[in-house]
Each structure stands twice: as structure tokens, then as C-alpha cells.
């Protein structure tokens, strides 16, 4: 598809447990942008790529929470020891160029749901 | 500190019956201020882009202006396809990389 391609698109899973979500961008796209959008309430930035490096991690809640890109396309998002708190929908989002300007297009999201 | 604020929070409207949905913004240097439309379980699907005051972008029923504070998302005559939350973020030149701060959101609903 010519969209931004997020899986799975739900995950339901086990406190304590890993998670993976993963990120297909926009062929072309060498920014890419995770977001975390928890029931209510706004979107929170959690780390951009630009290529395959991460000039900003800042928003990462914890440790618990990395991300990786490879290949300057597809980014896959790992949450360790998933608490209760770490239910949101994981939003992914690209666009033509970093450096601001351009908007930014986004996935459906990952639902995660931790019990 | 910079802020993007979107105000009401909440609008209900009759089908025909139209409005403006505001978002005030105390940025430095703004470079660009976006718009989103966002239905449930779905992603923000980008609508417009604004960079400099006194623009203005047009798509169907919707019409996006821009002042140095603030920007309005006009609504024409809605339908009730119209109904989703709509999202602006603004990007400034002071971030290195152009990140987006997003406001919380306006959800509309309008009814038949």
C-alpha cells in the first residue's frame, strides 16, 4: 500500500511481558516519528529517526521503552517488562524530510492493551 | 514555554449548521502549523498546511486560516461525515529538527 503500514494493528498481552510493534513508512520517507495516544488525551512524541539514527530519544518514557530502524525504512518499537500504564495506541508517522515543513503522514496505530 | 491549544474541546452541530474550531499557539518562530482530522481507531489524516499569516487552504467544506497567534478550521454547511476529532500541531524554526506539538484535540459530532 502507499500509506504508513503499522502491526499487529491490536496486541493483548501479559503484564511483565515484551512487546514488539512494528512500523512500515512511506516508500521514500527517511523520517519517521513514533507517538503514544492514551484514551482521552493528546499525542505524545516518543522518539523521531531521520534515516537510521534517532537524534532525539527524548520522549521515551523509560528504559523499558527502544526503538530501532533499519535500512532507513521499517522501525520496530520494543516495550520490556510492559506495565498496566503502558496501554495506549502506539501511533507511527513519516515524512519526506526531517527537517521540518513537511507534514507528517501516520499508521492506525498498534491498540495495546496490557492485563 | 510553548503551548498549542485547541479550543472548544467539544462541539456538537447540526447538519447544515456552521462553525470554527481555534487553535491558539505561543510559539517562537513559527515554521509551520498543521491540520488533522482523526476518526476513531484510525490515525490523524493530514489536512493542511499554513506557514505564514494570512493564509488560507480550502478542501470541500473545510477552509484553515492563519494569524500570528492563532489559526481557525471553518466548517461550511457540515455533514455528518464531517464528525471526527480534529488536531492541529505547530512546528518552529527553534527545534532543530522540526518536531510537531500537537493540541489536544476538538472533537466535533454533527447530527442528521
Known amino acids: 500500500g502507499a500509506g504508513v503500514s503499522q502491526s499487529p494493528s491490536n496486541k493483548v498481552t501479559e503484564k511483565g511481558k515484551d512487546v514488539e510493534l512494528r512500523c512500515d513508512p512511506i516508500s521514500g520517507h527517511t523520517a519517521l516519528y513514533w507517538y503514544r495516544q492514551s484514551l482521552g488525551q493528546g499525542l505524545e512524541f516518543l522518539i523521531y529517526f531521520q534515516g537510521n539514527s534517532a537524534p532525539d530519544k527524548s520522549g521515551l518514557p523509560s528504559d523499558r521503552f527502544s526503538a530501532e530502524r533499519t535500512g532507513g525504512s521499517v522501525s520496530t518499537l520494543t516495550i520490556q517488562r510492559t506495565q498496566q500504564e503502558d496501554s495506549a495506541v502506539y501511533l507511527c508517522a513519516s515524512s519526506s524530510y526531517g527537517q521540518g515543513g513537511q507534514p507528517q503522514h501516520f499508521g492506525d496505530g498498534t491498540r495495546l492493551s496490557i492485563l | 514555554e510553548d503551548q498549542v491549544t485547541q479550543s472548544p474541546e467539544a462541539l456538537r452541530l447540526q447538519e447544515g449548521e456552521s462553525s470554527s474550531l481555534n487553535c491558539s499557539y505561543t510559539?517562537?518562530?513559527?515554521?509551520?502549523l498543521f491540520w488533522y482530522r482523526q476518526d476513531p481507531g484510525k490515525g490523524p489524516e493530514f489536512l493542511f498546511t499554513l506557514y505564514s499569516a494570512g493564509e488560507e487552504k480550502e478542501k470541500e467544506r473545510l477552509k484553515a486560516t492563519l494569524t500570528k497567534k492563532e489559526s481557525f478550521l471553518h466548517i461550511t454547511a457540515p455533514k455528518p461525515e464531517d464528525s471526527a476529532t480534529y488536531l492541529c500541531a505547530v512546528q518552529t524554526w527553534g527545534d532543530s529538527w522540526g518536531k510537531f506539538q500537537f493540541g489536544a484535540g476538538t472533537q466535533v459530532v454533527v447530527t442528521p
Open positions: 510559539v517562537s518562530g513559527l515554521r509551520g
